[in-house]
Nanobody
Framework: QVQLVESGGDLVQPGGSLRLSCAAS????????MGWYRQAPGKERELVAR???????TYADSVKGRFTISRDNAKNTVYLQMNNLKSEDTSVYYC?????????WGKGTLVTVSS
């Protein structure tokens, strides 16, 4: 099994920045995809960004140009740098990884963007 622990969620003002981290532990054989989803109250969970083992990235249109995803394979960690945050970015952010056995989710970290 794989355990994922997110960190970095906080209350931030509009226009501010945050960096989320997600560290994986447990039985690790290398992750194909690592990424971030988010879910706001009353809404469905949506993909924010993901990165392949080769470094190819995909972003939701709503965060392109503001968010950057990266990964450190040696540390089994994925990051999400979030700049120019907007109120609509307020959500619980979930880490997600996949390997040959399937997908795994973290428990989430809350990001609140408010003045």
């Amino acid at each position: 099994q794989v355990q994922l622990v997110e960190s970095g969620g906080d209350l931030v003002q509009p226009g501010g920045s945050l960096r989320l981290s997600c560290a994986a532990s447990g039985s690790i054989f290398g992750f194909n995809f690592m990424g971030w989803y988010r879910q706001a109250p009353g809404k469905e969970r949506e993909l924010v960004a993901r990165i392949t083992s080769g470094g190819k990235t995909t972003y939701a249109d709503s965060v392109k140009g503001r968010f950057t995803i990266s990964r450190d394979n040696a540390k089994n960690t994925v990051y999400l740098q979030m700049n120019n945050l907007k109120s609509e970015d307020t959500s619980v952010y979930y880490c997600w990884v996949t390997d040959y056995r399937g997908g795994y989710w973290g428990k989430g970290t809350l990001v609140t963007v408010s003045s």
